[in-house]
């Protein structure tokens, strides 16, 4: 089949119609206006004209720029005899990449931010490793920019959580080495800045049977020993917190490798819990699989307290440099919030969103579970 493309000058994107699930581009909506909309369906150009090359990453806002950080996939997509029975396919690694934008719309291409190592095999960072998921936050007490990430062998037994810092937020970044935190293996991972200035690793461990909420020391390098297990026996990974309104906000995927699954969602009045599972916030059409995506992270919007974007993945495990994005706003509602599948939406969000939103959930009333 033939790529049918356009160029959209303002936004650097280009449209294809070949793809099976659709990720997204951001497009004017009206001149008069100024909002943009985000259409669902698209690859997203960065403003060189390049596809933006940040999986499995996360968003950092400092001093009006937004920073979106994520796994640089290059290369041959192959899958280890050592995986195969969940088709474990990969990338060599190369590094992690940042984009800067100050209005969500442009991208500039920062480089890699963290390069892999080329010279030492038994480096974390060595292209035959495995880092993923690489979140950054700014220490306001050190004037420190910290990256950590999911470290691991290519069997994926090593399960390591890996640390980063640097002066910029474009880097370069320095590394400082890996831990198996709490004494328990690490595998996906974000990380959590809250309003106090504490930070936390939120991540996958006892073979992701478990996930762990670990309080950053407070120069953010290390674990100080303070931490809760969650959601035990409980499968989980790509998980992502946020806060809204005072509570704390989870979502997670379940175990499927790189096929989708639908996604989970808990509440608590506290980090350390008790969590409240509230099932799968996803709407729509394809809801039942996340619309064919994975959790990342989720996006506050500068200035915009009740704006939250849901950032996904959706892999595509034999072609991994050619998986796409999901953007999606979430809606809140008194006890539970919701994802609404939309084919477009503007950005930022009007209140014609939020009916429409309104609209597909009045009787919505997922299973709730309680306790950790």
């Known amino acids: 089949m033939k790529l049918k493309t356009h160029r959209w000058p303002l936004a650097g994107l280009i449209a294809t119609t070949l793809v099976a699930w659709p990720s997204f581009q951001i497009v004017p909506a009206n001149e008069a206006s100024k909002p943009f909309e985000v259409r669902q369906g698209t690859v997203w150009l960065d403003t060189s004209g390049r596809p933006i090359n940040a999986h499995g990453g996360g968003v950092l806002f400092h001093q009006g720029v937004y920073y979106w950080y994520g796994e640089n996939k290059e290369g041959r997509s192959w899958m280890p005899k050592c995986n195969k029975s969940w088709d474990g396919y990969r990338v060599d690694v190369t590094g992690i990449r940042c984009y800067s934008s100050r209005d969500l719309i442009n991208w500039k291409d920062e480089g890699l931010v963290l390069k892999a190592d080329l010279n030492d095999p038994e480096s974390d960072l060595s292209p035959s490793k495995v880092c993923e998921r690489p979140k950054v936050v700014f220490n306001p007490r050190t004037q420190k920019f910290v990256m950590w990430m999911h470290i691991d062998s290519q069997d994926y037994k090593s399960a390591r959580a890996g640390v980063a810092v640097a002066n910029h937020p474009t880097g370069p970044f320095t590394y400082r080495g890996s831990v198996r935190p709490e004494g328990q293996d690490s595998r996906d991972q974000t990380l959590f800045q809250d309003d106090d200035g504490n930070a936390y690793r939120i991540y996958a461990s006892e073979t992701n049977k478990t996930t762990y909420i670990s309080l950053l020391t407070d120069d953010y390098l290390s674990h100080s020993g303070k931490y809760v297990r969650v959601f035990v026996n409980q499968p989980m990974e790509a998980q992502a917190m946020f806060k809204h309104a005072g509570r704390y906000w989870l979502v997670g995927s379940h175990v499927t490798g790189w096929d989708p699954n639908a996604v989970r969602s808990a509440v608590a009045d506290s980090i350390w819990g008790p ?98």
Do not use: H
């Open 275 to 372: 969590w409240t599972e509230l099932g799968n916030p996803c709407l729509g059409s394809g809801a039942g699989k996340t619309f064919g995506g994975q959790s990342t992270f989720v996006l506050p919007v500068a200035g915009k307290p009740d704006l939250l974007i849901f950032m996904a993945d959706r892999w595509n495990k034999t072609k991994l440099p050619d998986s796409r994005y999901i953007w999606l706003p979430i809606q809140f509602t008194d006890k539970r919030f919701v994802i609404p599948w939309q084919d477009s939406w503007r950005l930022p969000i009007d209140n014609e969103l939020t009916e429409q939103a309104n609209s597909l959930s009045p009787s919505y009333t997922p299973p709730m579970k309680k306790g950790l």
